[in-house]
């Protein structure tokens, strides 16, 4: 490995569920800086309602220039977790990053989610995120500069996000961040979460989330690639705990900013500062928009709970079935 620890050169990332959408994108971006690939998740034959398997996501990284290695992983599987990790260990000789990216999006309340769908939430979103950390760890505390990034949330502690099944198991995994950013301090592992401003072309959008119509009003994922390219090349010892937001992390990183408290502002309550910075840097995040002319669609946990989704014409009361978010002005 790099002797230079914050160097993501000869690192080996393992990445929860990076078939496609931002977990794929994270992988390509890494891949460009000279890491190691392991890329994991369930599909392993094309479907027609999304793109990408395992073996796709592996050879767009190696036509990047990487290496890479693709596992068949059922996250909720312990047998599978443990041995997705010792191949990685067996074929890279260790694990410097961890990305718990793989989830299940349902915006159904107590009513109409059915157990087994509870089930399915939990266990992907919070069950699996704590056992890759936990077989991983070992070979974390190996690392010069270890990281763990959980793809979840900050707290948003608004009562109206509570009525989804879905907060319970976002929220569960960024309380993990915290869990472990101070339990694994001493260890020099950095533990963080990230999250996107927007929402973001994926297949949750695509299949779930107002398809065709909120992708338009969507960033492109390689926005969240590279805010967490920029985490990981942190030093560990003094990043961790923290719920950085894409937007903020480009718009800084862009500007020159290198003072990492400022990349960990809330694009809403930090907003002042933030536009401040984007004026004084001359930052422009719209090549990352799917269409640069379309306002933004805020994503879950940011700000209120949202009432519409663009292109339905009648928002749903009740809690059960409440919509995705509302384009509004975002910096």
Known sequence: MD???TSLKGKVAFINGASRGIGLAIALELAKHGCKIVITGKTVEERAEVSGTIFTAAAEVIAAGGESLALQVDVRDEAQ????????????GGIDIVINNAGVLSLTGIESTEMKLFDLMHAVNTRGPFMVIKYALPYLRKSSNPHILNISPPLNLDPEWFQFTYTLTKYAMSMLTMGFADEFRQDGIAVNSLWP???VDTAAVRNKLGGATTVAHSRKPEIVAKAAQWIFSQPARSTYGNFYTNSVVVTMQAAGISDPAMYALHPLNDMATIKAVQVAGKVDLSSYAMDPSRPLITDFFIGKVPKVIPGVSKA????????????????
């Open 197 to 199: 401003e927007t929402t």
């Open 316 to 331: 749903k009361p009740e809690a059960n079935t409440a919509a995705v978010a509302k384009p509004g002005e975002i910096p």
């Open 3 to 5: 002797t230079n620890e």
């Open 81 to 92: 977790v443990k041995a997705a990790i010792a191949k990685t260990v067996e074929t890279f």
